[in-house]
């Protein structure tokens, strides 16, 4: 059947991430970092979190070896850090040497100053189509006070345009 499942799904508004990983080399370690939006928390108990990356992805290639990675969500102020972030390898390491960004203590993986993190140690992989979900379990986590999250929606960013309200009286998890 011939869907445009991309018409669709840029309909669904997400929030922002950068993920990053690294590998040991003889030369020293070598960080990268990526934006990604496809992740989804897949479990609570034990905690685990999928992201969906392309097969032939050097990132992807990078996390395998090294088996952590870390999810850093982004805030409205971090437009720029997501294209940069979404460029190819060469360009990336660019956008890396400015990242305020220190190593997580659990993984060593880069957590940048964001609203929200995860440090994660591999768990699983299952390849689907075009792209190969990895799936983390989470071994630390954070939150602080920041700007309302950075949201990706019809192929661009955007804001909030208000204050997030709950439209509901009571949380629903
Ligand atoms: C908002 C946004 C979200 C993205 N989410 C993903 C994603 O979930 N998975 C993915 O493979 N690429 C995603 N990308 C594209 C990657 O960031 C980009 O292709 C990057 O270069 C991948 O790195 P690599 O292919 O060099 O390993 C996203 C790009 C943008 C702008």
Redesign the pocket.
């Known amino acids: 059947m011939n869907v445009d499942l991309r018409a669709t799904m840029r309909t669904f508004a997400t929030g ?1 991430t950068v993920v990053t990983t690294y590998v040991d080399r003889p030369e020293g370690r070598r960080h990268d970092a ?5 992740l989804s928390s897949v479990s609570l108990e034990p905690p685990l979190v999928a ?4 097969h ?5 290639a990078d996390v395998l070896e090294s088996r952590v990675f870390a999810v850093s969500i982004l805030d409205v102020g971090a437009a720029d850090l ?2 940069a ?5 060469d360009q990336r390491a660019a956008a890396l040497s400015s990242l305020s960004a220190t190593p997580g203590a659990a993984t060593g993986a880069l957590v940048i100053d964001s609203p929200g993190w995860l440090e994660c140690v591999y768990h699983q992989q299952v390849a689907f189509g075009d ?1 190969t979900l990895v799936v983390g379990e989470v071994v630390a986590a954070g939150v602080q006070e920041r700007r309302p999250p950075l949201i ?1 929606l019809h192929g661009s960013y955007h804001a909030l345009a208000q204050r997030a309200v709950p439209l509901l009286p009571e949380a629903i998890c």
């Open positions: 922002v990526v934006t990604v939006n496809s992201i969906g990356l392309r032939a992805s050097p990132f992807l997501a294209g972030f979404a460029a190819r390898r792209h990706f």
